[in-house]
């Protein structure tokens, strides 16, 4: 990002298209971050309107914000993010008139600074309290040895911290003589000592069901990269970040800065690693402490390792080099199916030194979809098109195999001519929230005017909904904007002409606002002919 040198309103990465995507205020500013390699997005909002709202925002919270735990900004909406534990459509009716594009994410409950029960394994434990997990080792400026590690961990002065229950195989010593952790609206981090003799700093991180990962280096988390984290009690989890820079509010603490993903995470995890490949990213704060059913987009939330580093003026500790080895090459690709918008392919899944993380799969020389298994389906494909596929096994440092023999697939004949593509992904649409659904479109030259979205969902009160078509340029058209008094179901299928000026290719989203309480629905599929 720092070589595109573009004024932006932030920036996350698609998976779908397997780029960094830009928010810029003109189309200069688009062309010049395309030429740099990634995509482009035009909104209206700048990053200095964005900040301005966020601070109006601040006013609203914390005395009349009940049940709200966290608010920061989203770039992909181009406006504030607010996390619920419960409703509270008082707060919501006044932050929208704040911000309109206001995003609301409910979870059943609110995140907390995570303790666990004792158990045996690789904790450490602050003083006679329960045990939080470690962090990464690090040495000062003279040699000592330390290991950063949460601050809700830290937050008695000099109190020992050990490597077994019953204050026992003393480690050193937690903040020692004070000033070495935070846990405020600076962040969530501290520092222990590693003060007795026989502790060793080693790189390798715990992965518990296989050989560790070796870390060599560290980096800042990125909104869409993929993450996981080792923790005492839910052991190796992984995910993707979903933001970044948002406050939390935990109850007792509000703490800014902070990264959500939607990996899993339980008590004890507190102070654990997280790492993108073999890089260190962050320090485990908090959660839902659940992994069921998993995948919320603030499952899991960390501090960004890099700050306390600076802070306190450490050296993170590396490897010579750690894991280097790729797996091997993933065989005998083959298709097990298809429909006219989508392929579905296996193969004979690859081994590793340490373990397979996962497979990528590619559609010619382009990103398609990443799967944990040795199968996959990629849609958004046209009718009765050729595609060629090959597919690379990654591990957990982030090595990759070479492409696997390819295999060419025709996919079935249907209607729109070879320019309908499609998502039959369910998302729920609950009150006061925004169901996005994307899309990718491999179309050649402008799409069609009108273009012809159709919509299949259900949901009690349709005048309750506004539903957006978001262009690959960044532009959104109203397909469907909701008011009155009246509620008449969604039933079936719903198409909309929508008259636009746009190039075919590139990611399209849906996007169905629920702007009242009391009803529910699902956006089962959507489907645009360009």
Known sequence: MARLAVPNAGYWFDPGIG?????????????????????????????????????????????DATGVYGWGIDPQVNGLVIRMSHANDQFVAQARRIDPNLRVVNAASAPRQQSGDVRPGSPWWPGSETYCSIGFPATDSAGGKHFVTAGHCTND????????????????????????????????????????????????????????????????????????????????????????????????????????????????DSGGAWLAGDKAVGLHSGGQSSCSPGGADDQSIFQPVNEPLRKWGLTLVVGSGGDSEAPTVPGSLR????????????????????????????NGSAFAVASASPSATVTGLAADTSYTFTVRARDAAGNQSAASAAVTVRTQSGGGGGRTFSNDTDYQIRDFTVASSRLTSNATNAAANPATVKVTATHTCYEDLTITLVAPSGRWYTLARGGGFQCTAFGGPRTYQVPLNERASGTWTLRVADNGPGDVGVLDSWSVTL
């Open 19 to 63: 780029k960094l995507v830009v928010a810029v205020v003109d189309q200069a500013s688009a062309a010049q971050v395309r030429a740099g390699g990634a995509e482009a997005v035009v909104v209206a909002r700048g990053q200095a309107e964005l900040d301005r709202l966020l601070a109006d925002f601040g006013g609203l919270r914390p005395q």
């Open 157 to 268: 002065v000099s109190q020992p911290a050990y490597g077994e229950i019953s204050q026992r195989n003393r480690i050193g010593t937690s903040n020692s003589g004070g000033g070495r952790s935070v846990n405020a609206r600076e962040g969530d981090m501290g520092v222990v000592a590693v003060t007795e003799s026989g502790w060793n700093l080693s790189a390798a991180v715990n992965t518990w069901d296989k050989p560790p990962v070796t870390v060599t280096g560290s980096t800042e988390p990125v909104q869409g990269m993929s993450v996981c984290h080792s923790g005492n009690t839910s052991k190796w989890q992984c995910g993707r970040v979903t933001a970044i820079n948002q406050t939390i509010n935990y109850g007792s603490v509000v703490v800014e800065g902070l990264t959500t993903t939607t990996a899993c995470s339980l008590g004890g």
């Open 335 to 362: 298709s097990t199916g298809g429909t006219s918008d989508s392929v579905s392919l296996a193969w004979d899944a690859s081994t590793d030194n340490v373990g397979v993380a996962g497979y990528d799969v590619y």
